[in-house]
């Protein structure tokens, strides 16, 4: 499916958003409004998000939900279906931008899939909250609103989230803290921009680049590559390694310290697994910055979760084992 600009009537703008509901603590309930921990998430459907914001009323607004999940239990199955979804939607014309809600434990993974996969000529925008529905300081209402101002923004495009005023860029966007509502950062690269009054200050381009396609995509989940994460650290061994090697995985990221190092018994274990065939790629556990000399390579600047998943999609995209 194309996930560029459809053509349009001479005079005419699209104007339609359409909310994609997929679960996720900003549709979570908890028992009291002052509990924001013990909450049980995706409760509510998107359409009751959207009927608690009365400024949305009269806007061109359409709302489908296209899974109802905790984002920590995200699966191949559930992005398939939202990917295809995402296009379906931004192939027609009158639809503008297109806002998902998410949960944020893995809102940085979603974000990456869909503008690697779609590379979307017109907005996706991801939004989430830290706090339930239910909350007396519920912070998903605010981020739907801003979410929204963005997917209207003349000349949006590519995939993006909104959190607290802040909007995010899929290639950089990392989860840094576990409870405020502000959690997510962008690192080096800064901001793509904020939200403020309804209205987006921006600071940088647009995400961009070649889409691989909704193709890339097609394998049954069950026939996905199967790619590990390794963590190097004191004392590390490398049995793990050999273990993953010998169930068959297809693929290990591992999380370096520091500038790409990797201590030496699991550099052996790794270094023996590539012998085998198994693809590995190296990343650094620091939670900004990117590798940089020797050991730079096709994840020096991703998260570990992020060249997992890129590694996944490099071999579905080239057919190669897994």
């Known amino acids: 499916m194309p996930s560029g600009l459809p053509s349009t009537s001479p005079g005419t703008l699209p104007s339609t958003i359409v909310i994609l509901g997929t679960g996720g603590t900003i ?9 924001n921990v013990g909450y049980t998430a995706a409760q509510r459907p998107v359409v009751d998000l959207l009927a ?11 709302a489908e939900q296209v899974a109802q999940l905790d984002s920590k239990d995200m699966d191949a199955a559930t992005w398939q279906r939202l990917a295809r979804a995402v296009a379906r939607q931004l192939a027609r014309p009158e639809v503008a931008g297109v806002v998902v809600t998410h949960g944020t434990d893995t809102l940085e993974e979603t974000a990456w899939l869909l503008q690697r996969v779609l590379a979307p000529a017109r907005p ?46 899929a290639a950089e966007l990392r989860k840094v803290h576990p409870y405020r509502t502000d959690a997510f950062d962008s690192g080096d690269a800064g901001l793509l921009g904020v939200v403020e ?27 996905w590559p199967w790619v590990e994460i ?8 490398g049995d793990a ?11 290990l ?43 730079r390579g096709p994840a020096a600047s991703m998260s570990p979760w992020q060249a997992r998943l890129e590694l996944t999609l490099s071999r579905l995209a080239s057919r190669g084992g897994g």
Not at 143 to 169: I, K, Q, W
């Open 230 to 237: 390794v963590v190097s650290h004191a004392a590390a061994r």
């Open 27 to 35: 549709a979570g309930a908890a028992a009291s409004t002052s509990d």
């Open 52 to 62: 608690a914001l009365p400024q949305l009323a009269g806007q061109a607004i359409e």
């Open 253 to 295: 990221v591992v999380a370096a310290t520091g500038n790409g190092t990797v201590h030496r018994e699991l550099d052996a274990a790794l270094r023996a697994a590539e012998h085998s065939g198994v693809t590995v790629w190296r990343c650094t556990r620091c939670a900004q910055g990117a590798l940089v000399g020797p050991n």
């Open 124 to 169: 996706v925008v991801l939004v989430a909250a830290m706090r339930p529905a239910t909350s007396i300081a519920a912070d998903g209402p605010q981020n739907l609103l801003d979410a929204v101002a963005v997917a209207r923004t003349p000349g949006a495009r590519g995939v993006v989230a909104v959190l607290a005023g802040r909007v995010h860029a």
């Open 241 to 251: 390694v050999r273990a993953l090697v010998a169930a068959g995985v297809h693929g």
């Open 197 to 223: 009054e309804g209205v987006l200050r921006r600071f940088r381009d647009w995400p961009a680049g070649e889409p691989l396609g909704l193709g890339v995509l097609d394998r049954a989940p069950a026939d």
